[in-house]
């Protein structure tokens, strides 16, 4: 596609419910990364997807949160048993070079705002 | 671990005036540095990098250069338009060159009035 994109734009659940949040990157792009954005706290680093290595998983926050990329290219972020803390609009990026001057110039969708009552 | 430092804001000035957004970055290694900009209603875009100690990152009239003796990143533009009111964020690379997780500042708010 032309840009990254994600679904929902929105998402209002009550507190205990399970979200999944999708994120179809830019085709051709090898990496993929989740992040966090919360007020006043800045971006939050989740997850990161680079080709068939394993991903770098260091940044979610607790075993609730899990995030797979299928075939390469289609991820899903998922957040089982809500929290109200996990309230943020959640970012996906990708990027398509791995290395050299283009690694690191990451692509962003427009994020999904989860909201969690 | 890695970290990135941004000045707060929100910093408020008529169109025209020279901007400076401080970046201060700790990092081990040879970071690469970046500063991405928000519009209102809009996804992350990159603004600037720089790959290497003294080299300068210049778009759209914004200009970065990589300090590595200050560890710094300032962001400047000598004459800033009301179109440039967003959040400019600041980040890092922990392995420049190679594809990694960006450490991101918390954000900056600029707002340019008439």
């Known amino acids: 596609g032309a840009g990254v994109s994600q679904s929902p734009s929105n998402k209002v659940t009550e507190k205990g419910k399970d979200v999944e949040l999708r994120c179809d990157p830019i085709s051709g792009h090898t990496a993929l990364y989740w992040y966090r954005q919360s007020l006043g706290q800045g971006l939050e680093f989740l997850i990161y997807?680079?080709?068939?290595?394993?991903?770098?998983k260091s940044g979610l926050p607790s075993d609730r949160f899990s995030a797979e990329r299928t075939g390469g290219s289609v991820s899903t972020l998922t957040i089982q048993r809500t929290q109200q803390e996990d309230s943020a609009v959640y970012l996906c990026?990708?990027?398509?070079?791995?290395?050299?001057?283009?690694?690191?110039?990451?692509?962003f969708g427009a994020g999904s705002r989860l909201t969690v009552l | 671990g890695d970290s990135v430092t941004q000045m707060e804001g929100p910093v408020t000035l008529s169109e025209e005036a020279f901007l400076t957004i401080n970046c201060t970055y700790t990092a081990t290694g040879y970071p690469s540095l970046f500063w991405y900009v928000q519009y209102p209603g809009e996804g992350l875009q990159l603004l600037l990098k720089a790959t290497k100690a003294d080299d300068k990152g210049s778009n759209k009239g914004f200009e970065a250069t990589y300090r590595k003796e200050t560890t710094s990143f300032h962001l400047e533009k000598g004459s800033v338009q009301v179109s440039d009111s967003a959040v400019y964020f600041c980040a890092l690379s922990d392995r420049g060159g190679t594809a990694s997780k960006l450490t991101f500042g918390t954000g900056t708010r600029l707002q340019v009035t008439l």
């Open positions: 997807f680079q080709g068939n290595s394993a991903p770098d």
């Open positions: 990026a990708s990027s398509y070079r791995d290395r050299g001057p283009g690694a690191n110039v990451l692509t």
